[in-house]
């Protein structure tokens, strides 16, 4: 029976992308080891979308007000790479995760699968 999953970032510098897992988002955590942290992150949600080109997977954060997130987020020091745009299925921006490339952040407009039981 699946348990959970485990998500993995790759990052060029890991321990600045896990010092912003922790110190920024404040994600709980547990370390594996010498300092190998894993995060606890919150309820998550898998989808299928169909491709007519390479086969790809996308990390999204999901927050209840984008606008407001955003701004939490530039105060703590959060670079965005990407301005707040409308993608009719919620609100979605991206920000830069230090030593790890960039994430997705967005406002979902559709029911979600994060409360079901």
Known sequence: MIIGAHTIVYASDAEAARAFFRDVL?????????????????????????TGGPVQHELYLMCDDVRATVEELTAKGVEFTSGITDAGWGLITTLKVPGA??????EPRHPTAIDLV
């Open 101 to 106: 490339g960039e994430l997705g952040l967005y």
């Open 26 to 50: 404040g994600l709980s955590h547990v370390d594996a080891g010498d300092g190998w942290l894993i995060f606890k992150l919150p309820p998550g949600e898998l989808a299928a979308h169909p």
